[in-house]
T-cell receptor
Framework: AQSVAQPEDQVNVAEGNPLTVKCTYSVSGNPYLFWYVQYPNRGLQFLLKYITGDNLVKGSYGFEAEFNKSQTSFHLKKPSALVSDSALYFCAVRDARGAGNMLTFGGGTRLMVKP | DSGVTQTPKHLITATGQRVTLRCSPRSGDLSVYWYQQSLDQGLQFLIHYYNGEERAKGNILERFSAQQFPDLHSELNLSSLELGDSALYFC????????????FGPGTRLTVL
């Protein structure tokens, strides 16, 4: 079975400060990891993914994420937060050995960036 | 805009009724996925179709069914609706069977009264 945990329901950060949204995962085999963002009344938008290779992955809108196999984590980061980054962020995992292509999502973390 | 379209955007119906949600994947994508997003259950995978064939099932109720047609669009049928079926239903598509990211449609908000 595969699972994802996002330990923080909400993260508050001031504009211009660095932000981190945490994610830990559990899979039987090697993980494929994804971050998505959801704005109000919108679908999920893909931000970035880790499949293999460099542990630091760069994505859209200045976001990046670091894969840490020993800690089974894939935290989302951004050096300088913008008010427009305020949204709901989802981490997702897929087991590379899994028979299906289904994604398992975490519960989501609401990011609030204050001016 | 992800290129995935879903209709209708909103659907209000009564308990016991049946509804059909429609999804058109991105051009060229053979895989279609359905997810349900609700306040208490979060985002849950329902079912995956690849080129017309069912590939994986998640937490999909027996009252729910789906299919993917030869033109690759997909429909999710929900029957004998209950209040608890009220949720956002998302369709996603991806280009290949494998590790490619899934692109999500805007969703259909179903309200069961």
């Amino acid at each position: 079975a595969q699972s994802v945990a996002q330990p923080e329901d909400q993260v508050n950060v001031a504009e211009g400060n660095p932000l981190t949204v945490k994610c830990t995962y559990s899979v039987s085999g090697n993980p494929y990891l994804f971050w998505y963002v959801q704005y109000p009344n919108r679908g999920l938008q893909f931000l970035l993914k880790y499949i293999t290779g460099d542990n630091l992955v760069k994505g859209s809108y200045g976001f990046e994420a670091e894969f840490n196999k020993s800690q089974t984590s894939f935290h989302l980061k951004k050096p300088s937060a913008l008010v427009s980054d305020s949204a709901l962020y989802f981490c997702a995992v897929r087991d590379a050995r899994g028979a299906g292509n289904m994604l398992t999502f975490g519960g989501g973390t609401r990011l609030m960036v204050k001016p | 805009d992800s290129g995935v379209t879903q209709t209708p955007k909103h659907l209000i119906t009564a308990t016991g009724q049946r509804v059909t949600l429609r999804c058109s994947p991105r051009s060229g994508d053979l895989s279609v996925y359905w997810y349900q997003q609700s306040l208490d259950q979060g985002l849950q995978f329902l079912i995956h179709y690849y080129n017309g064939e069912e590939r994986a099932k998640g937490n999909i109720l027996e009252r729910f069914s789906a299919q993917q047609f030869p033109d690759l669009h997909s429909e999710l049928n929900l029957s004998s609706l209950e209040l608890g079926d009220s949720a956002l239903y998302f369709c996603a598509s991806s280009s290949l069977w494998g590790n490619n990211e899934q692109f999500f449609g805007p969703g259909t908000r179903l309200t069961v009264l």
